[in-house]
């Protein structure tokens, strides 16, 4: 069973219907036991990164999540709040990708979000597993991670081409700043290397 956090943000109907496609069983959930027995957990968010941290945060589930041992990927806003600090509220995370989460710079040039498809590379890791460097993946954000020991996938974006965190690992934690249930055929495959880490 895989369990969806329901933690209010958006964005969780699009992540239903992907693992509906995929025939997985799933459940929404915000209960900390239920969280615990799943086979794999799915972080999914859209919005602002600070609130959502205080809402894991008030309903106690930050520590579920950090004691998990079970795969966990965090998509968008879900990867953002399992990093160390997001400028989005200035808030902490909780600290499972050693990476700060910043702002694009549209002093520097950066059209801000980030919004439809750009290709992903320097991938590494089962999450990849089938997917040729240069594939396209769909994207709608404003904050992006920094590069660190975690990256998994990169992507340029920017006037200057700057390269950012499209994919972050550390243990059984997973994160990708871009949407897979969004991202067609190479987001299925994506998902697909998930539910069978």
Request: hydrophobic fraction near 35%.
């Amino acid at each position: 069973m895989i369990a969806i956090i329901d933690y209010k943000t958006g964005n969780l109907r699009s992540v239903e219907n992907a693992l509906n496609r995929l025939g997985a069983e799933w459940t929404l959930t915000a209960d900390a036991e239920t969280i615990r027995r799943a086979d794999r957990v799915l972080l999914p968010g859209v919005g602002h990164a600070g609130e959502a941290i205080g809402r894991l945060r008030e309903a106690g589930l930050d520590e579920v999540i950090k004691r998990l041992r079970r795969p966990v990927l965090g998509i968008c806003v879900g990867m953002q709040v399992m990093c160390r600090h997001t400028d989005e509220g200035d808030a902490d995370g909780i600290g499972l990708f050693d990476t700060r989460v910043r702002r694009f710079q549209p002093q520097l040039g950066d059209k801000v979000p980030h919004m439809g498809w750009n290709s992903i590379s320097n991938l590494e890791g089962k999450l990849f597993k089938g997917i040729e460097p240069g594939s396209y993946v769909y994207y709608v954000h404003s904050f992006r991670a920094d590069l660190c020991p975690d990256t998994i996938a990169t992507t340029r974006y920017g006037a200057g081409g700057r390269m950012f965190s499209a994919a972050l690992k550390y243990e059984n934690f997973y994160g990708t700043q871009f949407h897979p249930e969004k991202s067609g055929d190479v987001g299925e495959k994506i998902l697909k290397n998930f539910l069978s880490l």
